[in-house]
């Protein structure tokens, strides 16, 4: 279980996040939604250690890891899909999720090559490029690649920013039939999308950012999806 | 005077093999720019200082001279790590002039040091296989130059595994194309660019002890212009790639040799810098350098 409070994230003095507060219980596929500037890569790249937030604190099972660093909370359970999906470019797809494994590559070797396989059959599209570049791959095969890369940690809550951006419908529906794969293996899943639509039909619970706070959050169904689409895009009155 | 074919072809054979050290030079440059998309200008100074610690452990301690070649290079490492800690590490990521402007000052001090302790004059270093000669046909092959060239490969072949083969070398990798998602991946990017540094910087003492049992001796004279060649070298290999500092650096070697022979000592620097120029206004991104995207 993630849960975070009062979190506060600041460039310079400008406060991207200011005061969240969320929860992703265990096994749930959890939705951020939110415009553009609402916050949500920051939000995620706070949970990862990656940013340093100014105050609040963030729990993993029970467990600060605010403070630490990013490997640090990758050894606590907490993968990130980052925003624009990162592969190493010049590496080949291989080598990218040897070092989506790298903690476990000093002592498990064996282990990873077996869940390198299993990469490829979770993610048939990778499976005929292991050897190519990662950088030549299309968005919707680095997009496969940046999930298998995380996953090749074995986490116990994988965060995806935005996985479906500038990606084709075709290749959405299947970035989200892996999501919801995953999960239903036990995965929680902390999904930040712009895709409101996709994204509430999988969620099972959502939170609506606005300028670094949580507008309002609920599940799916207790509100329409009209209403929160239009609360997220459009303003907080509906009209 | 006269200059005939076997004198030319002579000078580029001697110019090539002591290029080898240039090659290690430029390859510490851009595995620098390649980790960290920054210049550390203090590295060739490094190289040097590691070659005269080596020796004066040698000199004071009365090890067999030989061992200056495995001294040297440890000193550079633990000075390459002191580089990164003094003039890297604490330098805001965004502020590319901080560290460019801190490694120069390292340099200077680094040189500093080296003209305080030896008084400023040059001190002789051992050479290796000196007393060796192959004759090829026409062509003389010098024992300690062979001796350079043959441990300088060895350190590049080396190097290659290291990157290409450990999983310290995936994580150098990892951090030199993508720092975030290194760091998504566990890999502490501080740390795997402290350990990049340091192996530089053993390249680098390798390559300070290699030229300076060319020349014979060991100057502070040489740190400037061995940093000049090695960014000449980085830059005509295309910045941040291995395999362009390594013919690059052959290929200033020889070029500099043939350039002493036909135009003399005193003009040699300005053909090399001539040669820099073509390739700015031709090839900017060096043989191998590809366009640097920014994201």
């Not at chain 2, 390649?34 to 203090?42: E, R, T, V």
């Not at chain 2, 300088?152 to 975030?180: D, H, K, P």
């Amino acid at each position: 279980m993630l849960e975070v409070k009062d979190l506060v994230t600041a460039y310079g003095s400008i406060e991207a996040l200011r005061g969240v507060t969320l929860t992703a219980n265990q096994g749930e596929i959890t939705c951020i939604l939110g415009p553009n500037g609402a916050g949500k890569t920051t939000l995620m790249y706070s949970i990862a250690c990656i940013l340093k937030p100014a105050s609040g604190s963030v729990m993993v099972d029970g467990r600060e890891i605010i403070g630490t660093s990013a490997p640090h909370a990758l050894s606590c359970g907490v993968a990130l899909v980052p925003e624009n999906r990162l592969v190493f470019p010049s590496m080949s797809v291989e080598e990218n999720l040897e070092a989506g494994a790298y903690r476990r590559l000093a002592t498990d070797r064996q282990r990873v090559r077996e869940d390198i396989e299993n990469a490829f059959i979770r993610f048939p599209a990778l499976k005929d490029r292991r050897g190519q570049i990662a950088g030549t791959l299309s968005g919707g095969e680095q997009q496969m690649l940046a999930v298998a890369r995380a996953m090749m940690s074995r986490p116990r809550i994988l965060m995806m920013d935005e996985p479906s951006l500038g990606l084709a419908p075709l290749v959405v529906a299947e970035i989200f039939s892996i999501i919801r794969q995953l999960n239903d293996d036990g995965v929680t899943i902390v999904l930040v999308e712009q895709n409101a639509h996709m994204a509430l039909q999988i969620a099972h619970r959502f939170y609506l950012l606005d300028q670094g706070q949580v507008a309002f959050s609920g599940a799916p169904g207790e509100i329409g999806e009209d209403d929160v689409i239009q609360r997220a895009y459009l303003g907080s009155k509906a009209a | 005077m006269a200059i005939d074919f076997i004198d030319v072809v002579q000078a580029i054979i001697d110019g090539l093999l002591f290029g080898s050290t240039y090659a290690l030079i430029g390859l510490g440059f851009t595995l620098i720019f390649g980790a960290m998309h920054k210049l550390n200008l203090a590295y060739a100074a490094s190289a040097i200082a590691g070659a005269y610690v080596g020796l004066a452990v040698i000199l004071m301690s009365g090890l067999p001279i030989v061992l200056t070649f495995v001294l040297g290079p440890v000193a550079g490492g633990f000075i390459g790590f002191g580089v990164y800690i003094t003039c890297f590490r604490y330098m805001p990521a965004t502020n590319m002039l901080a560290p460019l402007m801190a490694s120069i000052g390292a340099l200077f001090f680094i040189d500093e040091i080296i003209i305080h302790a030896t008084a400023g004059s040059p001190l002789a270093f051992p050479a290796v296989m000196d007393d060796v000669f192959l004759e090829v046909g026409e062509y003389g092959f010098r024992g300690d130059l062979i001796f350079v060239l043959v441990t300088s490969l060895i350190a590049m072949l080396v190097l290659l595994y290291v990157l290409f083969g450990t999983r310290l070398g995936l994580a150098t990798r990892a951090v030199s194309q993508q720092v975030v998602a290194a760091e998504l991946c566990g890999i502490a990017s501080h740390r795997t660019n402290a350990t990049t540094f340091a192996i530089t910087g053993v390249l680098g003492g390798l390559a300070g002890c290699m030229a300076a049992a060319a020349v014979g001796v060991i100057s502070p004279l040489l740190t400037v212009p061995i940093t000049v060649k090695g960014l000449i070298v980085t830059v005509i290999g295309g910045l941040g790639s291995i395999p362009g500092a390594i013919v690059a650096g052959f290929a200033v070697g020889g070029f500099e040799n043939l350039f002493l022979l036909l135009f003399g000592v005193n003009q040699r620097d300005i053909y090399v810098f001539l040669l820099l120029f073509v390739f700015l206004v031709f090839r900017p991104n060096g043989l191998f350098g590809k366009a640097i995207n920014r994201d």
